[in-house]
Nanobody, 128 residues
């Protein structure tokens, strides 16, 4: 299983970025892909997933209305569209593949056991 994030970088406050997670080596039919971010000194935060909520997308309340998750199964790629970014969105963003249930409960902060597969992460920096 391989997950490769792309699309990060530096953006000004109020700007947008679209992250991509190119996945290989697992079935999109049986697994979900989630997005998480890590800020130094803070716990990892779950953001969104493509199919972990009754087969559909889920976006955490903390970013709802600004972040959108989507998939292109033909390309085995999951996207995270991030709009109206602010300095608090700065961090390293990771995609993670696992069963839909485990993805959802990890986003909700209930799952702490390490399962599934992680990408290497990509930095997003929002300047003020």
């Amino acid at each position: 299983v391989q997950l490769v994030e792309s699309g990060g970088g530096l953006v000004q406050t109020g700007g947008s970025l679209r992250l991509s997670c190119a996945a290989s080596g697992f079935s999109f039919d049986e697994n979900s892909v989630g997005w998480f971010r890590q800020v130094p000194g803070k716990e990892r935060e779950g953001l969104a997933c493509n199919t972990c909520s009754d087969g559909g997308p889920y976006v955490a309340d903390s970013v709802k209305g600004r972040f959108t998750v989507s998939s292109d199964n033909a390309k085995n790629t999951v996207y995270l569209q991030m709009d109206n970014l602010g300095p608090d969105d700065t961090g390293k963003y990771y995609c993670h593949a696992d069963s839909p249930y485990f993805i959802l409960i990890r986003i909700l902060g209930v799952m702490t056991t390490e399962t599934g597969h992680w990408g290497q992460g990509i930095q997003v920096t929002v300047s003020s």
